[in-house]
């Protein structure tokens, strides 16, 4: 069976379009939802991925009504993928259900996994560099080196409550103990 979705982003702009080429590729199910690609909920999205089942073709008029981004665009086709339903975009003329729709996906995804890998190499470099530079990760600390000196002297001295050291430094009491730990 195929089923259509359909997607607009704006109240002006008319689904017509999109729902006639879907019924004429020959959709008996067409869900639509009327909201922009960039909201991570899309109730019509989701009703279309519901209702399809094994051996379904999930039919979209362009790739951009169905993904917020290539990586979300790869996720979604995984998951079709993974339960045995096949996607056809009319615009571009890819169908995975044939060889060379599947060949155009897995090229997709081989590229969407390239991005992710150089995005994950850049980082790593950067956090090293960044270390060699003698920067570390993580949140700063809030009390200077001095102030944790002040901070010990004060409770060693026994002549002030933990309540009015860390009303003195401004911190709480679990960060007056990791200080005092360290």
Sequence with gaps: MKIGYARI????QNLSLQTDAL?????????TDKISGAQNERPGLTDAMKFSREGDCL?????DRLGRSLKNLIEIIEKLIERNIGLQSLQEGIDTTTSGGRLIFHI??????????????RTLAGLEAARARGRKGGRRQKL???????????????QHSIKEICQTMQISKPTLYRYLRD
């Design 59 to 63: 039919v979209v008029w362009r790739l």
């Design 9 to 12: 982003s704006t109240i002006e």
């Design 23 to 31: 019924e004429k590729a020959g959709c008996e199910k067409i869900f």
């Design 144 to 158: 200077s080196p001095d102030k944790v000196k002040t901070l010990r002297r004060m409770h060693e001295s026994k």
């Design 108 to 121: 997709f995804g081989a590229l969407s996994e390239f991005e992710r890998n150089l995005i994950r190499e």
